[in-house]
């Protein structure tokens, strides 16, 4: 991606995390980040003031919910094996936007204090979605009534775990490749629920 085509703080966001994901939070300095991204270091702390608040910031602004959010707004057709193929897809689709970010959280947890509790808020939001979802398709008569919260938690940790292992590895069952992994799963899934 040609950063320098960004604003300020888009290219100081970018570049913190590309650099971050490579070298580790304590491996980058302030300076060094706002030189990748073609600016000053003064300018990194007018807009972010320190190197914790550009990575709350980097994580806020391309982590997942607020994508999500208008996934369930906007493009749910109240079909369960449909809507669930448009949310895995689009949460595979930005978690591997996203995974320099989550392998920071991984790697740097310890030295980033809130760090990971500012990392569930995704998850936790997108398990409310899913929930009011399934409450909705079950007050719908078009699944089964169960407890949605477990259904969406279900679902929510087949993906992520899909996710993990080809973030971790990649090559760990080779011949299964993510698409029809999602097709396969919700398959699965929606029949499971459908009454």
């Known amino acids: 991606m040609d950063i320098s085509k960004l604003g300020s703080s888009d290219r100081l966001l970018i570049a913190a995390i590309n650099l ?3 070298h580790g939070y304590n491996g980058v300095t302030t300076q060094e980040i706002a030189a990748e991204a073609g600016l000053s270091e003064k300018t990194l702390f007018r807009h972010f003031g320190s190197k914790q608040k550009l990575l709350e910031a980097a994580l806020d602004r391309f982590h997942y919910a607020a994508e999500m959010k208008k996934l369930f707004e906007e493009k749910i057709v109240w079909e369960l094996e449909e809507d669930l193929l448009t949310v895995c897809r689009t949460y595979h689709e930005i978690m591997n936007r996203n995974r320099k970010l989550i392998q920071i959280g991984d ?8 760090f990971k509790e500012r990392t569930q808020q995704h998850p936790l939001q997108l398990l409310e979605f899913l929930t009011d979802y ?5 007050e719908k008569g078009k699944i089964i009534r169960t407890n949605p919260r477990l259904q969406a938690f279900t679902f929510m940790m087949s993906q ?4 993990i292992n080809d973030l971790n ?3 760990n069952y080779p011949g299964i490749t993510l698409e029809p992994f999602m ?3 919700v398959k699965i899934f929606a029949r499971a629920l459908t009454p």
Do not use: N, R, T
Request: hydrophobic share 40%; glycine share 16%.
């Open 134 to 138: 399934f409450i909705a398709m079950g």
């Open 183 to 185: 097709q396969e799963s």
């Open 160 to 163: 992520f775990g899909a996710f």
């Open 20 to 22: 971050i994901s490579e």
């Open 107 to 114: 790697k740097d947890e310890s030295h980033l204090p809130g």
């Open 169 to 171: 590895a990649g090559k």
